[in-house]
């Protein structure tokens, strides 16, 4: 009886442990990014234009599935309009007039897809590359930690007077709504505007608390994928596919809560402006940061970050991939349930932040898988990470470590068509050890 209860009390650890692994990262019983997201877009034929968006849209429209929209140069919806997009609606940004659509404060974004039918907006060039439009930016009523207003007219370089007004985002509406944006995919946008600047494949600015964003995905950005300035926001099941710039962006003071969400980066994939899964920053200048307003805040869960490198080690040195997440300065992240695989390293805090109690509590790793990164958590410049390893190596933190490549870590990582990034339970080893086989330099 003794030796039963050992066995039952065995297999109960064992299946508690296994469920507390698939747990951590994406999840679902199913793959929910079948159906509706979609990993070779530069193989899809959306069909050649029969209408055309340009100007200012002042009132009340709604774009049909049966017709595929040409977006020409800056089209902005204005005025509280609210723009409806049907479920498979196909809108093509114009590579040659830079188009981005334009969602101006009071104005409202209805762009409910469906999993079978999600609402596409592409390219319009017949070999697609990251960057040939700009993108689609949604401009909101909630509070930023800006001084007054901020704006997105460094986007326009050609802007005229009349439409400067359009390009404002914050208030104190923190509540607001800017519509429901959800099963959409934003392909090839990014378009580059300066040297150092670059349209997100989704800019969320000063959005409010009421707006729905969930399964969205933005691939081969040539700028950041998603970027959130400001505002209060959930996002849910967000992807980013090899964008060159930073996959998820958080600044200004925004507040979001992030849930169930993936990032793939391929190490050949990069605009030269670091290539990250996650920038969690409270300022880009400290001038222009009003301390008396909230810093930013994330709260993030059963995220998935991974590097499709296939020679880890060979790509490192030829400095390739950097760290998967980046804190700034006066920013905080918790970060639970969480898998960063394949990084260089994991994680790096801003050198301005310095490991006391105070500041730690503000950056918590929770429960998280670290699987073949070239070291954990450091401070930038310092490869003395030994207080950090010690502080979030702590058993109370249920964090665990690994070495195992994506076909051993996730369910189906290889598949070009239709992936699976859910962890493969019975094969990952995990342990509370940090990997001693791959240090800092």
């Known amino acids: 009886m003794k030796n039963f209860t050992q066995i039952i009390f065995i297999l109960l650890v064992f299946v508690a442990n296994c469920f507390a692994q698939q747990e951590k990262g994406i999840y679902s019983e199913e793959n ?3 159906n509706w997201a979609e990993f070779k877009p530069n193989q899809n034929d959306y069909g050649e234009p029969t209408k055309i968006l340009a100007g200012n849209i002042s009132e009340n429209t709604t774009l049909y599935k049966k017709e595929v929209y040409l977006l020409l140069g800056s089209v902005f919806v204005t005025q509280g309009a609210t723009l409806t997009i049907e479920p498979g609606t196909v809108i093509l940004g114009d590579y040659k007039t830079k188009a ?3 969602i101006t404060r009071g104005s409202l974004l209805m762009a409910n897809g469906t999993e079978t039918d999600p609402i596409v907006f592409s390219s319009n060039r017949s070999v697609k590359r990251p960057g040939d439009w700009g993108g689609l930016i949604v401009l909101g009523n909630a509070p930023i930690n800006r001084y007054g207003t901020g704006s997105v007219a460094m986007f326009y370089p050609n802007l005229s007077g009349s439409d400067y007004v359009h390009t404002n985002y914050g208030g104190d509406e923190k509540l607001s ?14 378009n580059r505007v300066s040297e150092n600047s670059y349209f ?54 925004a507040q979001v809560d992030m849930f169930n969400s993936l990032a793939v980066r391929s190490p050949y994939a990069s605009n030269g402006l670091g290539s990250k899964c996650m920038v969690v920053k409270s300022y880009d200048k400290k001038q222009e940061f009003d301390f ?3 810093h930013t805040t994330v709260k993030a869960q059963n995220l998935t970050f991974l590097n499709t490198s296939e020679n880890l080690a060979n790509d490192i040195k030829m400095n390739l991939i950097q760290e998967a997440v980046f804190i ?6 918790n970060m639970n349930k969480s898998v960063i695989s394949g ?19 503000k950056i918590g790793f929770n ?12 401070v930038e410049y310092n490869s003395n990470n030994e207080d950090l390893e010690n502080w979030y190596g702590n058993s109370a933190f249920y964090n665990v470590y690994s070495k195992s490549d994506n076909h051993e870590t996730f369910i189906d990582a290889q598949n070009t068509r239709k992936p699976d990034f859910r962890l493969r339970i019975n094969k990952i080893i995990a342990s509370n050890e940090v990997d001693s086989d791959l240090l800092m330099d």
């Open 292 to 294: 008396s307003k909230d």
């Open 100 to 102: 981005s659509l334009n």
């Open 343 to 361: 990084f260089n390293p994991a994680v790096i805090l801003d050198e301005n932040i310095s490991i006391n109690q105070e500041n730690l509590e």
């Open 32 to 34: 929910w990014l079948d």
């Open 200 to 253: 997100n494949g989704l800019l969320l600015a000063g959005v409010g608390e009421q707006t729905n964003l969930t399964n969205i995905m933005v691939s081969n950005s040539e700028g950041n994928g998603v970027e959130v300035w400001g505002g209060y926001l959930k996002l849910n099941k967000m992807v980013s596919y090899k964008s060159q710039g930073i996959d998820f962006k958080f600044n200004y003071g």
């Open 177 to 190: 709504c800017s519509g429901n944006i959800s099963f959409i995919r934003i392909e090839y946008a990014g």
């Open 367 to 378: 429960a998280m898988l670290f699987n073949n990164c070239n070291g954990n958590i450091f």
């Open 328 to 333: 700034g300065a006066d920013a905080a992240l």
